[in-house]
């Protein structure tokens, strides 16, 4: 089993940052495919950033360019720097693991993939 813990969100205005943390009671190395989701109001949980286990990443079109994914091994701790924040950016973020183990698989955008999840943090965007 693997918890995590996310933290980082709270109310921030349009044009902002924050960076999110999630931190896992075991190892999330370079082995491990790990994600960000979020969910707003009414609507479904969906991808916001991903990472293989191979190394690759993938972005929702709507945070590219202004989201980035990265996660520290020794900390077993992922991040999500968020830049230029929009109202619609406004959502629960989860974090997310996967518990195979192994090198080389591509990133994936299925929630099904993914074993292990975070409590969420909710971020606000609003002036």
């Known amino acids: 089993q693997v918890q995590l813990v996310e933290s980082g969100g709270g109310l921030v205005q349009p044009g902002g940052s924050l960076r999110l943390s999630c931190a896992a009671s075991?190892?999330?190395?370079?082995?491990?495919?790990v994600g960000w989701y979020r969910q707003a109001q009414g609507k479904q949980r969906e991808l916001v950033a991903a990472?293989?286990?191979?190394?690759?990443?993938t972005y929702d079109d709507s945070v590219k360019g202004r989201f980035t994914i990265s996660r520290d091994n020794a900390k077993n701790t992922m991040y999500l720097q968020m830049n230029s924040l929009k109202p619609e950016d406004t959502a629960v973020y989860y974090c997310?693991?996967?518990?195979?183990?192994?090198?080389?698989?591509?990133?994936?955008?299925?929630?099904?993939?993914?074993?292990?999840w975070g409590q969420g943090t909710q971020v606000t965007v609003s002036s």
């Open positions: 075991r190892s999330i190395s370079d082995v491990r495919r």
């Open positions: 997310a693991a996967d518990r195979v183990v192994k090198p080389g698989l591509a990133v994936t955008t299925s929630m099904h993939e993914y074993d292990y």
């Open positions: 990472i293989g286990s191979g190394g690759t990443t």
